[in-house]
């Protein structure tokens, strides 16, 4: 069973910087793509950005310019730098692994608030 542990969220005010990570429990190079996403009170999950071989391959628009994920392969671990953060970007943030089999994992995710 594979795991994955997020932390890194918590309290910031609007401008400010976190940044989140995803450490798994195994080698990432066997999952074909990590990303992740986010979820709002009141929302759907939405993605939020997704790397793969190492090279990111998705940002949603509204992060775009903000955030970057990259990945460690020596520490299995995924990070999201987040900047210029804003309100709107208050949310519990997943990770998400997915193997070249088509099996989907997810964290059970890190609560990143906004607020002045």
């Known amino acids: 069973q594979v795991q994955l542990v997020e932390s890194g969220g918590g309290l910031v005010q609007p401008g400010g910087s976190l940044r989140l990570s995803c450490a798994a429990s195994?080698?990432?190079?066997?999952?074909?793509?990590m990303g992740w996403y986010r979820q709002a009170p009141g929302n759907q999950r939405e993605l939020v950005a997704t790397?793969?071989?190492?090279?990111?391959?998705t940002y949603v628009d509204s992060v775009k310019g903000r955030f970057t994920i990259s990945r460690d392969n020596a520490k299995n671990t995924v990070y999201l730098q987040m900047n210029s953060l804003k309100p709107e970007d208050t949310a519990v943030y997943y990770c998400k692994a997915v193997t070249y089999l088509g099996m989907a994992y997810w964290g059970n995710g890190t609560l990143v608030t906004v607020s002045s």
């Open positions: 195994r080698n990432i190079f066997t999952f074909n793509v």
């Open positions: 790397i793969s071989g190492g090279v990111p391959t």
